[in-house]
């Protein structure tokens, strides 16, 4: 199960087209990248070596493509701001990045595992993400551009 972050979790989101030239047919690269507020559960009391689990985020981002579009996305991230005592342990198991048939925009997945001292209080760490995602679009349109961005 996955908590999905509203928009509003999503601090400075910044978007950047590049024109590129594949892999595959691909013509477009966007690269996102900005910072995603994350809220864990409330810990049970637990030692410090002994691990919480593992927790699960999705959020959306980039702009809204159709599934021929889409070509493949790549996500990193590490975590960026974590206002916690040395007695936590927190990890990102992976980051991943694939396309939302229901939204039409790139859902990132990130994993993290942590554990925490004995009556721990819920906190909130951001992690800082890169995503890039190659897309691809009809080169009409891709001509026509140049040619009234030239005029």
Known sequence: MSTRLADQDLNNPQIMEIWVNGPEDANRLFICAGAAQLLPPPVPPLNRATPTGTTTFTFLIGPQLTRRQFVRAIASGAISRCPL???????????????????????????????????????????????????QFPAVVAESMILSASS
């Not at 990102?92 to 229901?102: K, N």
């Open 85 to 135: 005592q040395s007695t936590y342990e927190i990890h990102i198991a992976s980051m991943d990045a694939d396309f939302d048939d229901e939204s039409g925009q790139v859902e990132v997945r990130v994993e993290f595992t942590m554990s925490a001292p004995s009556g721990s209080m819920p906190y909130t760490i951001a992690v800082a993400y890169n995503v890039s995602v190659l897309a």
